[in-house]
């Protein structure tokens, strides 16, 4: 298997300048355009989830992370603080939460509101040592598919059901086999917040909700604020990181005093699951890009539709078939320099998945020959038969080239 740097160069997808700074890739076109295509995607399949999306800044005032515990449990993994007068200190967030609490408590909350699912694929930060950065799945600005569930202690069980049933669906759709999955609790040694009953309560839903589910314990893997399920994936030189997380957190709702009305009019505090179904933007591509070999399944290819005209005498034809295909929603391009030979090639190496080939023959009747990324070739087709194979197999988010049936 090919590293994901080395493939991420050969086919435009980001680079890490050091003029930037190491830790802080860039995405290109071709990169940023796949990248595109997943957001929407998981956004889409969280809206049909129930959750409900905001924007936050990615960064705050030093005071929201103190309350939080990120200054006292996780200050080594942060930047230091920006200080613009003696009283006015901010820093990175390497964390959500914090905010998502604050949409919480933006207003008074009713039973009738929960879960509340408050989603964001949001900009967070870690003070990575330069020796550990790597692309992209090692990075100091992370893009976090994140949300923050809050609900009742006696919905927990169901909901982590739930994000765990939405963490296959996408993990199937982007192509992503996990390594295991993993019930990491507290372990000598190391920093936790919360009581001990809370702690064991919050280990128990997590051990409850996996039934069923092959699993491996792991004392010591907890977050500082409570125990949680991690979605395992191994990269291509076998190192093996987290993707999808799942955690429980009796304490964030406790310091930010968050609270819903139950039935009877009284006050009472919600649990808040933190979770992410496909983790970062960043390592769930370094992630994607080695399992494909670059060949990621046509709906979050770069460029999804290549066309050819064999020479220039179809240049209008296919300037026709582009914008057809490119209205329909699909990316295109067209590439017109060079022997018809040596552009085929080229496609093959950046792995578009359909290549479109215009002759003269074609070009006059409306049509197009597709080539196929795994070297099947199809017969000339009216040009809207072919946009329409193409966006089928799109829209249905198959790792499949041809539509099925
Ligand atoms: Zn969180």
Redesign the pocket.
């Known amino acids: 298997m090919i590293d994901h740097r080395r493939l991420g160069r050969e086919l435009d997808l980001f680079v890490s300048d050091p003029l930037a700074g190491a830790g802080l890739p860039i995405w290109l076109p071709a990169g940023a355009a796949a990248r595109h295509a997943v957001e929407k995607y998981v956004r889409e399949l969280e809206r049909r989830a129930g959750y409900q999306h905001v924007y936050s800044p990615p960064l705050g005032k030093r005071e929201l992370f103190a309350l939080s515990g990120h200054l006292g449990y996780f200050a080594d993994e942060m930047f230091p603080p920006m200080r613009l007068s003696a009283d006015d200190e901010f820093v990175l967030r390497p964390?959500?939460?914090p905010h998502h609490a604050l949409v919480y408590r933006a207003r008074g909350r009713s039973y009738r509101e929960l879960p509340l699912r408050v989603g964001e694929l949001g900009g967070m930060y870690r003070a990575e040592r330069s020796g550990v950065l790597g692309g992209l799945s090692r990075v100091r600005a992370i893009s976090l598919n994140?949300a923050?569930n809050f609900c009742t202690l006696e919905q927990v069980g169901d909901e982590v059901r739930e994000i765990l049933r939405l963490i296959r669906e996408a993990h199937a759709a982007l192509g992503v086999r996990p390594a295991g999955f993993r019930l990491s609790l507290r372990g000598p040694g190391a920093k936790y917040v919360g009581d001990d009953a809370s702690w064991a309560r919050a280990e128990e839903l997590l051990r409850t909700a996996l039934d069923g589910v092959e699993h491996e314990e792991a004392p010591g893997e907890a977050a500082f604020y409570g125990p949680k399920i991690d979605i395992q994936i191994v990269d291509a030189a076998g190192r093996e990181s987290t993707l999808s997380t799942v955690q429980l957190d009796f304490d964030k709702p406790e310091k930010f005093d968050l609270s819903y009305t139950d039935p009877s009019g009284a006050r009472r505090r919600p649990v808040l699951v933190?979770r992410s179904l496909v983790g970062s933007m960043e390592r769930l591509f370094a992630y994607l890009i080695e399992v494909h070999q670059g060949a990621f399944p046509p709906w979050y290819a770069p460029v999804q539709l290549l066309l050819l005209p064999v020479d220039a005498g179809q240049a209008d034809a296919v300037a026709r078939l582009a914008r057809r295909a490119v209205d329909a929603g699909l990316r295109v391009e067209v590439d017109a320099a060079g022997s018809l030979g040596a552009r085929v090639r080229d496609a093959s190496r950046r792995r578009v998945p359909y290549v479109g080939v215009v002759g003269a023959r074609e070009a006059a009747a409306d049509a197009v020959a597709l080539r196929l990324r795994d070297g099947r070739a199809l017969d000339p087709m009216p040009a809207a038969d072919a946009v329409g194979l193409v966006g089928a197999v799109v829209a249905a988010r198959s790792a499949e080239l041809l539509p099925a049936g």
């Open positions: 964390a959500l939460c994140d923050h933190h």
